[in-house]
């Protein structure tokens, strides 16, 4: 297929007013410098491509319309630009104060973007001619662009992160309480605070939801029954989180005080829905022609389960309980009322190595809550960084550990 050099000129156009005003809309630099440039490229793009509709294929009633409303989308942002509609004191305001404002910064490059996406939409399907294989083109372009734009936003944040908080990063900071409301010393109370609370919420979401699976997949015959719980446990996964906060304030902070007790259970209810769902689809996987031989060797239906089942759905169970860890790790609502304080309390253990389950503790996820409220106040925002960026390490590391254990136990399975 001949590619004509019109084409080729108006994609490289398209793809620079696409990849200028992307970048404009996440770093919100000054616009007059770009302007007159994103003008010329907008008009010339469109020329270009009106030109490459017209000297191909004769234009036809179904093609021309639609070619014809994105080109005139790039003539409107044109003249709204050139005319100064469109100039840094235009604002859409809020109505009643309540609300977001889109501003000049804001509004140009979406439109910039918009028409820029046009454009490589009607240059695909003219190069393909309008047909099927054009349609799949853009179908894949769409997917490669987004997941293009995923990988570039979550690794802005995590440069960003990485970038910010470890200048601050120190065996100082590591190992020694914070001070002076976060302004000195360290996070370590936090840290540890954070472990014992996601390792009892693990303990106790664990068995109950790896239990509840198997009671649902393997012994429950009532399929009615079994779809109302599973329909009721979808809904619990979505509950937002604070309304386990609510809950918990209500009923275990009566009974247990503002404690790790308190805020280990809270997170242990909120994980339960995430691991009895993906565990019920790890032993779905494992294919009953192992649970029948086994049960034809002579084998208990507990003996088929504990040998033969549980073992070949393990990486699926442990991807529940990976979920499990990260969702726990990042929740800060639900421990606010039940486990949590500023102070730098460390945690007092029992005999040096049991936790005392009835003291409140630091966690660093409400530690960075609080350096957040206390940005322009006093000096913690390098500290705030450096607390998010040893969060987020801590995440990775467990989902790192819980990988390598899931991949072992995926070897072993021989179906």
Avoid at 278 to 302: C, D, F, H, I
Wanted: glycine fraction near 8%; hydrophobic fraction near 55%; include cysteine.
């Amino acid at each position: 297929m001949r590619i004509r050099p019109a084409l080729v000129a108006s994609f490289a156009i398209a793809a620079f007013l696409f990849l200028s005003s992307l970048a404009c809309l996440i770093w919100q630099p000054e616009l007059e410098r770009l302007k007159p440039f994103w003008e010329a490229s907008l008009i010339l793009c469109s020329l270009l491509i009106l030109g490459s509709y017209l000297r191909g294929k004769a234009p036809s009633l179904r093609t021309a319309p639609f070619l014809m409303l994105d080109v005139l989308f790039c003539g409107m942002v044109f003249y709204l630009s050139y005319e100064g509609a469109l100039n840094p004191d235009f604002i859409i305001k809020r109505p009643l104060g309540i609300g977001a404002s889109f501003e000049y910064s804001f509004l140009f490059p979406l439109l910039v973007l918009v028409a820029s996406l046009l454009c490589i939409k009607d240059i695909v399907n003219i190069f393909y001619g309008f047909t099927a294989r054009g349609r799949e083109a853009l179908v894949f372009l769409g997917i490669r662009i987004s997941a293009m734009l995923s990988i570039i936003l979550l690794g802005g944040i995590l440069f960003v992160i990485i970038y910010k908080g470890v200048w601050v990063i120190n065996w100082e900071f590591l190992t020694q309480p914070h001070r002076r409301l976060g302004q000195a010393g360290g996070i370590s109370t936090a840290i540890l605070g954070s472990l014992w609370m996601v390792l009892g919420a693990m303990l106790i979401s664990s068995p109950l939801g790896i239990g509840a699976a198997i009671y649902l997949h393997e012994y429950s015959n009532n399929e009615r029954l079994n779809r109302l719980i599973t329909i009721a446990v979808s809904c619990l996964n979505g509950v937002p989180s604070v309304v386990y906060g609510l809950f918990g304030l209500a009923f275990l902070v009566t009974l247990f005080g503002v404690s790790l007790l308190s805020g280990s259970i809270i997170l242990g209810l909120i994980n339960i829905p995430t691991i009895i769902l993906t565990s019920q689809e790890a032993l779905k996987s494992v294919p009953n022609s192992l649970r029948e031989g086994s049960m034809a060797l002579g084998a208990t239906k507990w003996q088929t389960i504990r040998k033969v089942v549980l073992p070949s759905a393990m990486p699926g169970i442990l991807t529940g309980v990976i979920m499990g860890v990260a969702k726990a790790s990042g929740e800060t609502a639900p421990i606010m009322w039940t486990a949590v304080t500023f102070t730098a309390t460390p945690v007092q253990m029992i005999y040096g190595i049991i936790p005392d389950l009835f003291q409140p503790v630091n966690n660093l996820n409400y530690h960075l809550l609080n350096l957040i409220y206390f940005l322009g106040a006093w000096d913690v925002e390098a500290r705030a960084w450096g607390t998010a960026l040893v969060l987020i390490s801590l995440v990775l590391s467990t989902n790192l550990l819980a990988i390598v254990v899931r991949n072992h136990y995926r070897k072993r399975i021989s179906w």
